[in-house]
C-alpha cells in the first residue's frame, strides 16, 4: 500500500518555474516506477512523464520534454517534477502515481495515485 501527497503547486507567470513534490507513505514505494500525470479542465488525464523504481530511466511526454525534468530520492520517499518555461497550456491539476513498471504509467494504468495539486500558468 502506497499513499501518495503532492505539494508544490501554485500560480505562475508564463515563462517561471514550479518543483512539484510528491510524498510517498508507505514501505515499498522503492519498487514502483513513478509518474506525474496532469487533467486540465474539460480534457481527459494525460501523462507528463515517468521515472523508473532506481531512478536511471525517465521519459517525457513531447509537450514537456527539454522543460521538465522528474527525479526521484528513495531515501526520501519523494518523487520531483522540475517543471520551467511553464506555459498557459501547462495549467492543469497534477498527480503523481505510482506503477509496477514505466510502460503501464505512461498508459496510466497507476495502482496509486495522489489527490493532486493545482498549477496556473498567467499569459
Known amino acids: 500500500q502506497v499513499q501518495l501527497v503532492e505539494s508544490g503547486g501554485g500560480l505562475v507567470q508564463a515563462g517561471g518555474s514550479l518543483r512539484l513534490s510528491c510524498a510517498a507513505i508507505?514501505?515499498?514505494?522503492?519498487?514502483?516506477?513513478m509518474g506525474w500525470f496532469r487533467q486540465a479542465p474539460g480534457k481527459e488525464r494525460e501523462f507528463v512523464a515517468v521515472?523508473?523504481?532506481?531512478?536511471?530511466?525517465?521519459s517525457y511526454a513531447d509537450s514537456v520534454k527539454g522543460r521538465f525534468t522528474i527525479s526521484r530520492d528513495n531515501a526520501k520517499n519523494t518523487v520531483y517534477l522540475q517543471m520551467n518555461s511553464l506555459k498557459p497550456e501547462d495549467t492543469a491539476v497534477y498527480y503523481c502515481?505510482?506503477?509496477?513498471?514505466?510502460?503501464?504509467?505512461?498508459?496510466?494504468?497507476?495502482?496509486?495515485w495522489g489527490q493532486g495539486t493545482q498549477v496556473t500558468v498567467s499569459s
Open positions: 502515481a505510482a506503477a509496477t513498471g514505466s510502460d503501464r504509467a505512461r498508459a496510466l494504468a497507476c495502482d496509486y
Open positions: 508507505g514501505r515499498t514505494f522503492s519498487r514502483y516506477a
Open positions: 521515472i523508473s523504481w532506481h531512478g536511471g530511466t525517465t
